[in-house]
């Protein structure tokens, strides 16, 4: 019984992670209809960028409001510069530029920061008053962290005007122009939240499982299934799929496959998530009138 | 009378085929001016030209400031709100977040809750559907919630493009008889495309009948509708 | 008048290609002709994957998986079964074919972004799932499966290099090569072709045509998995080695720089792609070790931008110019 429970604690403490990375999923989704491919490697670059500035000597806090800033000026510079041209390409053109993207930034995360693996302080200290019996203090803090950009996001998207327009945009960007929303702008903003999320993502899973420049391939898998199972445009599905994933990956770990075939689990989480239920759990269904 | 619109020499293209020749046009503020034709005519582009959604070239004056040139957005800043053919609602937001975007342009949420109250006593079917999806409603609500999408903006200038399309009789002259009173009532100048000469010309003031994109007949649509030879030749009735 | 020229450079051009293309093996190292086995290889993976995305319009990211089944499927039966090599291909088609089909159902309901994820999620499961402990005694595990070039069946040699296995493979793999693309070539170019095209570019009016698109997309998936498998089982024989690590994401995203290289839905192309994948990261690791995947990075976005019908598409604008300039 207290291993179950441990493999479900420690389950959800991964989900937290899982979910995050849904979450910027989500976001670019929303904002974009579009899948961002390159999503792990530009969230892993941002976290290489904090890690240097805490080397330089950078207080973690400061490096890492630092960080968050710059990823999302980042994102919205590629959205502007890169997709902006391929806006009203096919997707096939699309998922082709993001593919390019993923190998650019992975290349960069070499190329400046080389590949030798680097150790990442959590700034939650391991002897603190948050370390409890099933969670450490890490992984507690990361979910305070995560819950509030959670409530932030949710909040702008429900309640403020420049979150309707962007949800507006992403689903008909044509009769947005019409209401005189600047639909381009919103693309790119919609890229700059996603990789700030990106950004908080990686340094709260570096700690964990140490900085190098292909930390993120597997977690982005367990992202996307995460991401698909909650529907990929919730972002408080994003989250609780996450959870689910989290879970599901020790349990069926520990007590059914064994720890081999995890990313056989996400890619077969996906595919049963596409076919049988593509809404996802939490997804809203569109209704088309032909 | 000052003019609101005033078009000359417009020409749109839809990549590299051209649709509109030397279109002249222009529209008193407060009047409903209609634009008639058959299938084809150009009746859609030129609204489309207006709102800069095609590349146009020639001269858009609206409120004595050049269009033509601008982005849609800015466009539709400038007080231009269209109901384009099709209704263009965002079927997957709710009715009420789509009045919202309707003042997005704006910026006054105050001046947007007010309107939207007023939206929901001229049609109370939309006060009843305010959080259901758009793209659940039917074809008569969901122009009802387009056209009163068009006019949170508070607009100079509505555009409609066949309003009556895809409608049952009944409903189109109740949509007909509401834009009347919001002409009347809020003072809102309109460009209607309709290819329902008939309602179209009881409506408006005044008429521009085009023709494989130009402009072949203008007048007061008293005129057009009295003309017997007219009605006959160009409107079929 | 100047078609009657044209077609008689076709033929003569097309003489001395096929004259230099038999010749070449014997005028450069044995490491060389290994180089120019993996660019048919890879030509023949490429082509496979362009039916499926080029012609069909069906994304694949993970026809690295196909691949990589198709090259343990040679490297078993060869090891453990002690099969001919060359009766490992068609083998090794059939059973990509069906793996293809068998995965092109649940795609069916899939597009764009959900099916390259998909795919995508495929690649990335692949090299775990071949280091499964409870099946090491096919697969060998992490070291994978150790194999021997064959040996030429006789003694030939020219300009002083003798027929080595590397040469005879060149011969074996140029042939299997001109066998898939003449297949290929055959199954786009009639009504099955078009009806792929059809599917890609108008998927109502198609099935409104009578195309039963279910079953023809899934056949299309298990053909271009068959292809693609072929061509893991030759490249398999070709480098006489498989492991779970050569057969990561990086390849089927490689595949796909291939297709769009070469030009999408273009069978010539493939060998353009074929060329690029193998010589573009030699070129690029003198640089530096990250710089092959951000130069592939910034060629794809390149591409993209100028020219989005790959190489092929270029060179047709290219020559469709030359032909339009007036005569004198």
């Known amino acids: 019984m207290e291993a179950l429970l441990y493999q479900i604690f420690s389950g959800l403490a991964n989900g937290i992670i899982y979910g995050s990375v849904a979450l910027a999923l989500v976001m670019i989704y929303q904002a974009t209809h579009h899948i961002n491919f390159a999503q792990g490697e530009m969230a892993t670059f941002s976290t290489f960028i904090a890690w240097w500035l805490i080397q330089s000597g950078w207080p973690y806090w400061g490096a890492f409001f630092f960080t968050v800033a710059v990823s999302f000026a980042g994102g919205l510079l590629v959205q502007r510069i890169i997709l902006k041209p391929i806006e009203k390409a096919p997707v096939m053109t699309n998922v082709i530029v993001f593919i390019g993207l993923l190998l650019i930034f992975n290349a960069f995360s070499g190329w400046f920061f080389d590949h030798t693996i680097k150790s990442f302080d959590s700034p939650f200290p391991k002897d603190s008053a948050l370390t409890t019996k099933y969670f450490s203090a890490h992984q507690f803090g990361s979910a305070g962290v995560l819950l509030l950009v959670l409530i932030g996001l949710f909040a702008f998207f429900k309640f403020t005007p420049i979150g309707l327009a962007m949800r507006a945009a992403a689903q008909n960007p044509d009769s947005a122009r019409l209401v005189g929303i600047r639909v381009s702008w919103m693309l790119g903003l919609g890229w700059g939240l996603a990789a700030a999320i990106g950004a908080i993502a990686g340094m709260m899973v570096a700690p964990i499982v140490f900085l190098d420049p292909n930390m993120m391939a597997g977690i982005l898998l367990y992202g996307f299934a995460a991401a698909l199972l909650g529907g990929i445009d919730n972002p408080l599905g994003a989250v609780i799929g996450g959870f689910i994933v989290g879970v599901l990956e020790n349990l069926l770990g520990a007590y059914v496959i064994g720890t081999e075939l995890k990313l056989t689990v996400a890619l077969v989480l996906i595919v049963a998530t596409l076919t049988l239920k593509p809404a996802g759990l939490f997804g809203k269904k569109v209704v088309v009138r032909v | ?237 | 008048m100047s078609k009657s020229i044209d077609r008689k450079w076709v033929w003569i051009g097309g003489a001395l290609l096929v004259v230099a293309l038999l010749v070449l093996p014997f005028l450069v190292k044995n490491y060389r002709v290994f180089q120019f086995n993996l660019v048919l290889v890879y030509a023949v993976a490429i082509l496979g994957l362009n039916i499926l995305t080029g012609f069909n319009g069906q994304f694949s990211l993970g026809h690295g998986a196909f691949y990589a089944f198709g090259a343990y499927t040679a490297a078993i039966l060869m090891s453990l079964y002690h099969v001919p090599y060359w009766a490992t291909l068609p083998i090794a088609f059939v059973f990509c074919f069906g793996f293809g089909f068998l995965v092109g159902f649940p795609a069916l309901r899939l597009a764009g972004h959900f099916l390259a994820l998909a795919t995508f999620a495929l690649a990335l499961a692949v090299p775990q799932l071949l280091k499964y402990k409870k099946i090491e005694g096919f697969t060998g595990g992490v070291q994978g499966i150790v194999l021997s070039k064959p040996e030429p069946p006789f003694s030939f040699s020219l300009f002083d290099q003798p027929l080595s296995p590397d040469r005879w493979l060149y011969f074996f793999t140029l042939f299997v090569t001109a066998l898939m693309f003449l297949f290929a070539w055959n199954l786009l170019r009639g009504r099955v072709g078009r009806a792929l095209v059809a599917i890609r570019d108008h998927p109502i009016a198609a099935t409104a045509m009578g195309i039963n698109l279910p079953v023809f997309k899934s056949l299309t998936f298990g053909t271009s998995a068959g292809f693609t498998g072929l061509a893991g089982a030759l490249g398999a024989i070709v480098v006489a080695f498989v492991s779970p690590d050569s057969f990561t994401v990086q390849l089927s995203i490689f595949l796909l720089v291939g297709v769009v290289v070469g030009g999408l839905a273009s069978i010539p192309g493939a060998i353009f792609g074929g060329i690029f994948i193998q010589y573009v990261p030699n070129i690029a690791d003198e640089i530096s070790k990250s710089a092959p995947a951000a130069i592939y990075g910034v060629l794809l976005i390149a591409l993209m931008y100028l020219l989005p019908t790959g190489v092929m598409g270029g060179l047709h604008r290219l020559w469709m110019k030359f032909r339009a300039r007036p005569a004198g």
């Open chain 2, 1 to 237: 009378m000052s003019k609101l619109l005033e078009v000359g020499k417009l020409c749109a293209w839809y990549g590299a085929t051209q649709v509109l020749y030397d279109v002249d046009f222009s529209l008193e503020a407060g009047h409903i001016t209609a634009i008639l034709g058959a299938n084809g005519a150009g009746k859609t582009t030129t609204l489309r030209a207006l709102c800069q959604v095609v590349k146009t070239s020639g001269s858009v004056v609206l409120d004595g400031t050049q269009v033509v040139g601008k982005s849609t957005e800015s466009v539709v800043r400038m007080g231009v709100a269209h109901v384009p053919d099709g209704r263009g609602t965002f079927t997957g937001l709710s009715v009420e977040e789509n009045l919202r975007l309707g003042a997005y342009a704006r910026g006054n949420k105050a001046e947007m809750l007010e309107d939207m109250e007023r939206m929901f006593t001229r049609f109370p079917i939309l006060k009843q559907r305010r959080h259901q999806q758009a793209g659940t409603l039917s074809g008569g609500e969901q122009q009802m919630l387009a056209i009163s999408r068009a006019l949170m903006l508070r607009p100079k200038l509505l555009l409609l493009d066949e309003p009556s399309f895809g409608l049952a009789p009944l409903i189109v002259a109740e949509i007909f008889r509401i834009m009347r009173t919001i002409n009347k009532e809020d003072h809102v100048s309109m460009l209607l495309v309709e290819q329902n000469a008939s309602l179209a010309l009881d409506l408006a003031d005044h008429a521009y009948l085009l023709e494989t994109g130009r402009v072949a007949l203008s007048g007061p649509s008293d005129t057009i509708k009295n003309d017997e030879s007219v009605r006959r030749a160009y409107l079929g009735y």
